[in-house]
C-alpha cells in the first residue's frame, strides 16, 4: 500500500490541532528553525499530520518523510512498541521515518539540520529529483 492523501485521519484533526497548540520546546524548535516555510531545501512539511491511525509530528508529502521527536516517555517499554507500530505502518505505506530525542534538538540543532539535509539528498539522488521542488 502507498501514501495517498486517502491516508488522511479527518478524525484526528482536532486531536492533531490540540497538539500543534500544546507542542513541546524540541517540536517548536525544530519546527521554527529547520522545517517551517520550506526552510529544509525548499521542502514544506506539516506539523502533526493525521496518518492512518497515527499523527505524525512533521511530515512532507514530496519527500515521504516523517519526523519524529520523542520525548523521555518514548524510553518506556509500552511506548516503544507504540513507536514501533507506528514506523511499521508508515513503512508499509511508504513513508520513510526519522527520529530525534527532545535533547538532541534542544543541544545538537546543528547536527539534526545535517542528518535531516543528508536524507533529503540522499531521497532526491535515488529518486533522480532536483534538490528543491
Not at 517551517?36 to 493525521?50: A, D, E, T, V
Not at 507500530?85 to 539540520?113: H, Q, T
Amino acid at each position: 500500500m502507498i501514501y495517498s492523501n486517502n491516508n488522511y485521519n479527518k478524525s484526528l484533526k482536532k486531536f492533531a490541532r490540540e497538539n500543534r497548540n500544546n507542542g513541546t520546546k524540541a517540536e517548536i524548535r525544530l519546527w521554527c528553525e529547520l522545517l517551517r516555510n520550506k526552510k529544509m531545501l525548499g521542502y514544506g512539511f506539516l506539523r502533526q499530520r493525521p496518518i492512518g491511525n497515527y499523527i505524525a509530528d512533521f511530515f512532507c508529502k514530496e519527500l515521504k518523510l516523517v519526523i519524529e521527536v520523542d520525548g523521555f516517555t518514548h524510553q518506556f517499554e509500552k511506548v516503544i512498541k507504540k513507536d514501533k507500530k507506528k514506523d511499521e505502518y508508515f513503512l508499509e505505506i511508504g513513508i520513510s521515518i526519522l527520529r530525534f530525542d527532545d535533547e538532541d534538538v534542544m543541544n545538537e540543532i546543528e547536527n539534526v539540520s545535517r542528518v535531516i539535509e543528508e536524507w533529503v539528498k540522499c531521497y532526491c539522488a535515488m529518486q533522480s529529483h532536483p534538490l528543491t521542488p
